[in-house]
């Protein structure tokens, strides 16, 4: 067993770890699979980067089975009743702006806000997996820099039209972002994933992105404050 998880006496074998594994488990499952129908979205709105955002989506249906094969490995079925409803908000934010052509809002619910929401969870996680899921995270989590950094590249680019847009996204999202870690603290900590860690990662993410594509120290601070209280 690897050090870490040895010296927290984590036992990917218990009933107590496998229960909240059925949970978190499945919300990333659930995660890849939005992600990957959103790039298709994203790719429709953006034909310019059509190739690009494919390929992205490609990446995310791997990711997806990926971590289907980590449950499997640790004889988890994964409950995905629950992980569709954990998405149901930013789900159903993603598709509305989709229908109103709101691409800039797409791009920060997809890839700013899941995707840092994916980084911080997979670098949590990694050094607190079993030996199988932690190779697999370490691939994944790689792709998903290259993720955000379309979205903060595309955002930098037409940062000046798109900065109103961006404010009222992350009024409306982030949140749901603070509720949905709230709602999975207790797995979490089951698998020695601790929310503080998590939150701390995510900001840290978040913040750099939106410095990255154009916003200054007080805009950042400003937009960070949005449902922290939720
Ligand atoms: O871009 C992506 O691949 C993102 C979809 C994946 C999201 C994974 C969400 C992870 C949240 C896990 C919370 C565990 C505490
Ligand atoms: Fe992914
Ligand atoms: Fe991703």
């Not at 978190?24 to 980067?49: C, F, K, R, S």
């Not at 249906?61 to 094969?69: L, Y």
Request: proline share 2%; aromatic share 10%.
């Amino acid at each position: 067993m690897q050090q870490v998880a040895a010296d927290l006496e984590l036992d990917f074998k218990s009933e107590k770890y496998k229960d909240a594994y059925s949970r978190i488990n499945a919300i990333v499952i659930e995660g890849e699979q939005e992600a990957y129908e959103n790039y298709i979205t994203l790719a429709q709105l953006l034909p310019e980067d059509k190739e690009d955002l494919i390929r992205l989506s490609k990446m995310e249906s791997r990711h997806k089975k990926g971590f289907e094969a980590c449950g499997r490995n640790l004889q988890v079925s994964p409950d995905m009743e629950f992980a569709k409803e954990f998405f149901a908000g930013l789900h159903s934010n993603f598709q509305e702006a989709a229908a109103e052509g709101k691409v800039v809002t797409c791009l920060l619910i997809q890839s700013l806000i899941i995707e840092c929401f994916a980084i911080a969870a997979y670098n949590i996680y990694i050094p607190v997996a079993d030996d199988f899921a932690r190779k697999i995270t370490e691939g994944v989590v790689k792709d998903e820099y290259s993720h955000l950094n379309f979205g903060e590249v595309w955002l930098q680019k037409n940062f000046a039209q798109s900065k109103a847009e961006l404010e009222e996204a992350n009024r409306r999202n982030l949140p749901i972002v603070w509720k949905m870690l709230n709602q999975v603290e207790h797995d979490a900590a089951t698998l020695a994933m601790e929310k503080e860690a998590l939150v701390e990662d995510f900001m840290i993410q978040y913040g750099e992105a939106l410095s990255n594509i154009g916003f200054t120290t007080r805009d950042i601070m400003r937009m960070s404050a949005y449902g922290l209280t939720a």
